[in-house]
């Protein structure tokens, strides 16, 4: 009985340490946090920040594999007239003082990944309400900064350890669950054939065929009929169908390649329910980069691309499975769709 019940303990842990995380994204306040399914968590602040914004991401498991940054507008548009940051940090009125030796700084950018530095940051600024920019504008909200930190100790299960940024404890570091294991979509076929002349031919029409009998709404000028090989055997079609002011929402088929022609449509379906609730998935601006393989999609939360969803589908003989998913819900200018948070990532 004893080693029955030794066994099955094992095979508890095991199982807890290879459950999918479910991927999770909250506002509190003036924070924004978004953790993935490996319980890899960022977390920002949001609002009026005027290009000011502190960055603090952490990883699952017991290692302190922690970043934070402070940066003054982000990496795609450096603020280059205005002088540099961390003399001019305030928290509250008074002076932010760091230790220099561990921190990396260029004029408009600060990081560290020690954790004790970063500690030491948390425990500095824990009761302030901001930090400024002594002669300047920008605005760290530290506004719901301790809630974001609290949901992060809870998702990655370390509250009562020693590492838990909020409500510590006794528990040890081995205590926090590792990260679940990396799931793996390989690419069936890294060269399928290419298309020869003919055949390309006769699948665009094809796909010409398909487009003027579907219900879409597109003008008719606007359409399109795309054409990838995805395998030697099949083919991946996308047609535009509707628009609207930024987005255009395709329909895709998996198409055999050879003559008479058979085709099934595209459906994406999440392996996890986001904030929206839905798991399906429109192919919102939907292409193909044939460099990786993989289907992707951009859903723009508004014009200037700073918000929304993007996702990329790897085929893996039989369907499109999800590969990484980012959604960035605020809309405040700060990011485009390349460095939005993750929910889901495979190898």
Known sequence: ???????????????????????????????????????????????????????????AGAHTDVNLRIDLGNLETVETKAPPIAPRLQFDGEPLELDKKKWRETPHHLITGDANAINTLLDKIGNATAITLADGQGTISLIGLKAALLFIDSQQKRVGSETAWIKKGDDPPLSVPPAPALKEIAITNPTPTPFAQDELNALLDYGSWRMNNSQCSLDPMRREVRIFAVSDDKALMLVSCEAGAYNVVDLAWLVSRRKPFASRQIRLRLPFTPASGNTDLELMNAGYDETNKELTTLAKGRGLGDCGVSSRWRFDGQRFRLVRYAEEPTCDGWHGSGAWPTLWVTK
Not at 3 to 26: H, N
Not at 46 to 58: A, D, E, I, K, S
């Open 1 to 59: 009985m004893y080693y029955r019940m030794k066994s099955l303990f094992l095979l508890s842990l095991l199982l807890a340490s290879t459950a999918i995380a479910a991927p999770a994204q909250e506002s509190f306040s003036d924070w924004q946090v978004t953790c993935n399914n490996q319980n890899f968590c960022s977390t920002r602040n949001t609002g009026l920040h005027q290009g000011l914004v502190m960055t603090l991401t952490r990883s």
